[in-house]
């Protein structure tokens, strides 16, 4: 079963539709429920519906920061004029998918550069304590690099993630990952 069959719509953000495929769910099922083991064994004294209310929070952030990661993408190739057909959690992940792909090895580099441009922006963001400067222009450091390498037209690199072998549904429209 290919990846745009059967997908349920979460939600929709920036106008895109935002879907997961049957599989995801599975994913999702697993995740909760090892989380779940998990903090109930490290938060001593706490009761398991703490356990199992952190396990579910921290799922859902996964997956939110997955499908930032996925629009960071999407956002970047429909500034350049391609179409965005939807961005799908599945088994291995999240896929943005475009209705044509990248046609200059520029535009190709900031498509694929903006998913991880996220996931840095959001990571930073999340591990810059409260009163420290440092971190705070240790966070503008990195947001300058990444809108220069967002700015670099002519570096042609691919995308330091494993790519799904997608098969049969999305052979005439691209995704990325
Ligand atoms: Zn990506």
Sequence with gaps: MGM????????????????????????????????????????????????????????LLFFLSLIMHELGHALVARRSGIGISGIDLWFFGGLAKLTRDTSSPGEEFRVAAAGPAVSCQAIARVMRP???????????????????????????????????????SSVSSPSIA
Excluded: C
């Excluded at 994913?27 to 004294?45: A, D, Q």
């Design 130 to 168: 409260p009163s420290s400067g440092n971190a705070g222009i240790m966070f503008s450091t990195n947001s300058a690099t990444l809108a220069s390498a967002l700015n670099a037209s002519t570096t042609s690199i691919s995308e330091p993630e494993a790519k799904p072998n997608v098969a049969a």
């Design 4 to 59: 745009g069959t059967g997908s349920i719509q979460l939600a929709r953000l920036f106008g895109i539709r935002i879907g997961a495929s049957p599989s995801w769910f599975f994913v999702l099922f697993i995740m909760i429920y090892m989380l779940s083991g998990y903090f109930r064994e490290v938060l001593v004294g706490h009761s398991d519906t703490t356990a199992y209310v952190v396990a579910v929070a921290g799922t």
